[in-house]
């Protein structure tokens, strides 16, 4: 290793320690992609993060030292490390942009909430009871620091966050038992309760267009202009619904006119294709089965090898009670731990139904999206890597993205082979790109929260959930976007790159980490493919 590389080393690795110890919490959960995912110390103690104003400071100015110091190396385009590099300073310039610009520490309630319920999950899950008595204990010291911190918040955050408290509130009963001071717990969560109420309530979260862009461009890892992402949207909501149009003949038996309403043909095909009810009596074991069928399918493709005992485990639960108030859907979560030991489908469902109506037709996409070959096979091939960079950094960009990409693999294939696949992934894929409408028009003030709500209804999201989904899409600006802007990255690489040796284009995603786009197509482009360690 030559000096630089020492050099860039130690830098990687102190900043990504001393991140881990400020914000345990954070980084351990994969709720916040502004920070990296990697494992603090709460196999020996359980303490919360600290967002005192001193504290973020220190961590603002010990960023700002590192990119400094990162400038001062010089490491050649044809090195490993070039990449790393890359990585390491788009991402540590997204955190100074989101602790220092858009500071939702300030603003944000809901984001100090989450933090709660993620720290009380991950002590759970640790199956300690002298750790989860530590995190109980800290309580109100954490919350407290969201008192202090909060100046303003946005009208529409000021619902949610009273919404999520009555949610902590719940899962601190639920812990009651275990908390010898539940009621100094409940009683932080009311005093931020009533600092909510007390704020001004017109505030608008008005994000300055040059932080904006960087938001879209950067800390989504798009490179894009908001423009650019604008047309992108259009685009795929266009072939989409072609696609939609032309399988959903086909299941209908009958001509569709293009003028018709998404939401009139979504419903008109899902009452076509719906699955009989003995479907919905164990959800739990229906994604199991899922998981199995299509981790089959991609060993018997030579996607990936038969070997079982490589294979990092992923568990299928129903959504506990205390993730409900941070997860509205079905979703996927893995501990960074360093070599990982499981990951865990959260399968959302409702008392007397099974799977909620959106997920129980389109199951098979959402396992494919959440487990193999998405989210969990990324996961826990990215938490396997030695290299603290590429284990520990993620994008939203290439996460959502490659996710969304699994679906098609599967298509691409033969596991989903008929005009009722081909519709689901098409109206899956509308359906993500309308939100990222949504969510591009509510940050630039093209819409307002009813006029979005509409949008959201005519593509087939009921009124009241799409109302909640709108002031949801808020509280994280861009997100919605890189769902649609990521899996049409990845079709465009794969069209590129991957038809003629599929196993070796999913090889050499899995086993790099989540690259910048830039470096990853360098990979494709005639470069070796070699793990990285």
Known sequence: MTENNEIFAQISTQIMNSLARTFPVACASDEFYFFPHIAGYETTTAPWDDFSAESVRGIVQEISDSLSDLNNITIPDDNDIRAEKNMLVLFLNNLSDQLNELALWKRQPSFYLTLMNAGLAQALNHDNNKLLQERLRGIPEFLNQAVQNIEVVPFHWQEISLSMTEDCKHFLDLLSAHNRNNELSLQAVKHLEDKIKRLPQETEMNIHSDLLERIYSNHLASGLKISEISNILKDETSEMLQIMIAEGEKILKNPVKNSIIPEALINRVYEKINFKS???????????????QIRMHLTDSGILEDEPEKFIPVMVEEMPQYFRAIRSASSYSIYPKYPPANGTFYVLT????GVPSENLDEYRMLT??????????L????LALKNIIRRSLEFPLFYEGWACFAEMLLSYTGY??????????????????????????????????????NILQKAGIPFNRAIASAKIYTLNPGYQTCYTVGIRRFLDIYDRYGKEDLRKFVMTILINGEVLFPDLEKLFNGLQIKRIN
């Open 416 to 453: 989903f082979t008929n005009p009722a696949d081909r519709f689901i992934l098409a109206k899956r894929r509308y359906w993500r790109a309308v939100r990222g409408q949504v969510d591009l028009g509510l940050q630039t003030k093209k819409l307002d929260l009813e006029s979005a709500a």
């Open 379 to 382: 996961d826990s091939s990215r």
């Open 368 to 377: 494919a999206h959440e487990t193999y070959p998405g989210h969990h096979l």
């Open 278 to 292: 003995s479907k919905k009596e164990d959800p739990v074991k229906m994604f199991r089965n899922e998981i199995d």
């Open 350 to 353: 409702t008392s007397g139904y």
